[in-house]
């Protein structure tokens, strides 16, 4: 079964940066469709942001402008660049891998144990 890990989360101040990385366990990124996700204090877990087997991207309303998605096929990696962060962003985030071949993004794999980003002064 595929692993996927998330890490790159931490303590930052409003405005600031993170990055978020996903690896998974083998190689599946190539042709398959991948999202970021997380799951608020109390909130239903949410999809921010997704992207391709050929790089097309979208993005959550409430992030758009401020996240970006991107991959490396080679590195079994997703990474999402997170900037201007707000307290609102507060969550803990999951990667996760749609269907082969798939030309839109619905999550199928198990989740993993996410990374918590917490942006608070």
């Known amino acids: 079964q595929v692993q996927l890990v998330e890490s790159g989360g931490g303590l930052v101040q409003p405005g600031g940066s993170l990055r978020l990385s996903c690896e998974a366990s083998?190689?599946?990124?190539?042709?398959?469709?991948m999202g970021w996700h997380r799951q608020g204090p109390g909130k239903q877990r949410e999809l921010v942001a997704s992207?391709?087997?050929?790089?097309?991207?979208t993005y959550a309303d409430s992030v758009k402008g401020r996240f970006t998605i991107s991959r490396d096929n080679a590195k079994n990696s997703m990474y999402l660049q997170m900037n201007g962060l707000k307290a609102e962003d507060t969550a803990v985030y999951y990667c996760n891998y749609g269907r082969l071949g798939s030309s839109s993004y619905m999550p199928i794999g198990s989740w993993g144990q996410g990374t918590q980003v917490t942006v608070s002064s």
């Open positions: 083998i190689s599946i990124f190539t042709i398959r469709p």
């Open positions: 992207i391709t087997s050929g790089g097309s991207t």
